[in-house]
């Protein structure tokens, strides 16, 4: 028997309606490339992704059409978000941090038939021009009399918008409609494309804002740091319209001062960025004794978050940490460390230790644990395997590919972990950055955790170098943190009764800073091509 209940699609256009009807009044912030502050309501969103919409079908952009961004994290993005799925088109945000002939290749392979650009990335589109075919239109996210010396060949995005209504009624499909594509950051290979439906997008949006994940509601100001080119900017864009929070956009600086001095002024109680990002707000924090005003909460994703910095947020801004576990193909979120009842009776001590994993699946996510032959790894805590998910907004199939990404009806997703028996996971490591050494495993992330403990180590990465006795052994690479020292014995004595004695690792390198990725985690595999000639010293017994 069927139900007779209504047959709305889940559309993103639900969002954006919602969101001009109910929280209309509510702000949305953008601080602006050259450093200016622009401000506007949910209402104003929403007549201008109209006339946005209106100007993308005068220009032949309709439903079907791949249509590319390279853009921070401001107000106008926020309106090709919007405006290009509402029409059944699809919005392929395009990480500029990629090397250059990535996005040539993700442009090409896209099929992109127009580019969006913020006025900063004008060298980079007039590169790009003559190598990408298949784009028609160019357009430059500025006012008219705005257009780049490097792009005269661009179309202003404002004046795009003056010749048009706001009046449309935004069109009905199905929900499984493509919306968004998003390439992974191809540190082997070409990237491979990630497309997001209707479907999934909202409903990852509305299981992220419940209060048992991120918690957000129209009583926060949120400020997605994570950049909208980067994994949907973790669902922000979305999920902050859907509930009406606030929302603060950072556009492109984002070190620690600009960041601190745009919470204080917008009040912002929430935000989400990697912990290289986070760190730099507490070493500005630190060098100038400031506290927070309003920040209660922050979200912390794309790599593993350094206990340091877990404590140090905690103890010295009384702001608390929400560590989470993604990918690009899950949507991105998996995870997220939520506490439950009896976490209550814990100590402060003993809360913070547990932000250390990584969290326990949302609604709508399932995970499980492989061993190397495929066989089912309990979830006690302690054994460890390959892990694997499932669930609502979890790729099938890469873009364009032939076959499907699952093995037996999960995707792999290359982390090696331990889950417990209420879920909570904890990502070992990544199955290339595990350290095997005479034949057993070293969790390079464990390693890395204990070096940024100590009061003197800004970041730290383990890495496995050639032993001829052992195969493998761990080396640290360590940035120290300003004003501070500390030499290669203190630091390895560091790791004394707090790992097996096999673990430590063998030599330290004191580095000023160390190489990141198009999406701001740690390169390890830039630092394993730096040091694979690397010599260990001496070994021991």
């Known amino acids: 028997m069927l139900a007779q209940m209504m047959k709305e699609p889940l559309l993103l256009s639900s969002v954006l309606t919602h969101a001009e009807k109910y929280h209309g009044d509510e702000e949305i912030v953008s601080r602006m490339p050259a450093g200016q502050v622009h401000r506007y309501t949910y209402r104003d969103l929403a007549q201008r992704v109209r006339q946005t919409a209106r100007a993308l079908l005068d220009l032949g952009l309709g439903e079907g059409a791949c249509i590319a961004t390279l853009g921070w994290n401001t107000y106008r993005h926020l309106e090709l978000y919007f405006a290009i799925p509402c029409l059944g088109s699809v919005c392929h945000t395009i990480n500029p ?14 099929d992109d038939v127009a580019l969006f650009f913020d006025a900063s990335f004008a060298p980079l589109v007039a590169e790009l021009r003559h190598r990408c075919p298949g784009v028609k239109y160019w357009v430059a996210l500025v006012e008219a009399e705005s257009i780049p010396a490097d792009t005269p060949f661009a179309q202003s995005y404002e004046a795009l918008l003056t010749r048009q209504p706001s009046r449309l009624e935004w069109p009905s499909f199905d929900e499984n409609t493509a919306c968004l594509l998003c390439y992974t950051s191809g540190t082997t290979g070409n990237p491979k494309g990630v497309l997001f439906s209707h479907r999934t997008t909202l409903l990852h949006s509305l299981a992220t804002a419940l209060p048992d994940a991120l918690s957000i509601s129209a009583r926060e100001v949120v400020c997605p740091i994570v950049p909208m080119f980067h994994a949907n900017g973790w669902g922000l864009p979305y999920t902050c319209p859907m509930v009406g929070s606030k929302l603060v956009l950072a556009g492109m600086n984002t070190d620690g001062e600009s960041l601190y001095r745009l919470f204080e002024a917008e009040g912002v109680t929430f935000a989400g960025a990697v912990p290289t990002v986070w760190q730099g707000v507490i070493d500005y924090m630190q060098a100038h004794g400031l506290q927070f005003g309003s920040l209660r909460r922050f979200l912390v994703g794309g790599s593993s978050c350094p206990f340091s910095i877990i404590r140090t947020m905690w103890h010295d801004y009384g702001v608390e940490a929400l560590p989470g576990w993604g990918m690009t193909e899950l949507s991105p979120i998996g995870t997220l460390t939520t506490t439950k009842r009896k976490h209550a009776k814990w100590s402060t001590d003993q809360l913070l230790e547990f932000k250390t994993n990584h969290g326990r699946p949302l609604f709508g996510v399932d995970l499980r644990l492989v061993g190397k032959e495929g066989e089912a790894v309990p979830c006690d805590g302690q054994s460890v395997g390959e892990l694997q998910v499932r669930g609502l907004w979890t790729v099938d199939t890469y ?106 690792p063998d030599d330290v390198r004191f580095v000023p800073e160390l190489p990141m990725t198009a999406t701001g985690k740690l390169s390890k595999l830039t630092l394993r091509k730096q040091y694979r000639d690397f010599q260990l010293p001496a070994e021991g017994e």
Not at 97 to 110: C, M
Not at 419 to 437: H, N, P
Not at 483 to 492: A, D, N, T, Y
Request: aromatic share 10%; hydrophobic share 50%; glycine share 8%.
């Open 97 to 110: 941090r990629l090397f250059h002939e990535q996005i040539v290749y993700i442009i090409n392979h896209a």
């Open 399 to 504: 873009f364009k590919s032939d076959r499907s990404a699952l093995i037996d009806g999960w995707f792999p997703t290359g982390d090696i972990a331990a889950i417990d028996g209420e879920g909570y996971l904890r990502i070992t490591d990544r199955s290339k950055d595990m350290i095997k050494s005479g034949g057993e495993w070293i969790s390079s992330i464990e390693l890395e955790n204990i070096a940024t403990l100590h009061p003197a180590v800004a970041m730290a990465a383990a890495i496995g170098v050639a032993s001829i006795k052992w195969g493998e052994r761990p080396l640290l690479v360590a940035v120290m943190r300003p004003g501070q020292s500390i030499s290669k014995q203190e630091l390895l004595a560091w790791f004394e009764g707090k790992v097996a004695k096999w673990w430590i």
